[in-house]
């Protein structure tokens, strides 16, 4: 008699499945999960390594909170451009003295 996987089906998708599609490693969606950053549930028995499912609607939230938007739009979440001279001022850098 063989047992019936207690792996979730369907709107799950492994750490290899989400690492396609956000276009990086199985790796960088464990440290993800591990972080907080992508909400994944562990469908491991017992004391070993974990082994992650994540659901569709996860990924969704995950890609649309990192998600870019345009310079000038305020929408929360989205990242804006520093210029140049800003930062080098912030870090006290003197450009000429690099050669």
Known sequence: MT????????DYLTTGE????IGGTPQHVR???KSGRLEAIDIAKGN???RFRIAEAALAEFLRAARVTPEGDTR?????R???AAVLAYLDFDASEVA
């Open 18 to 21: 989400a690492a396609k599609r």
């Open 76 to 80: 929360r979440g989205g990242a804006i």
């Open 48 to 50: 070993g390594r974990p």
């Open 82 to 84: 520093i210029p140049e």
């Open 3 to 10: 047992s019936a996987s207690v792996a979730p089906t369907g």
């Open 31 to 33: 440290e993800l999960i």
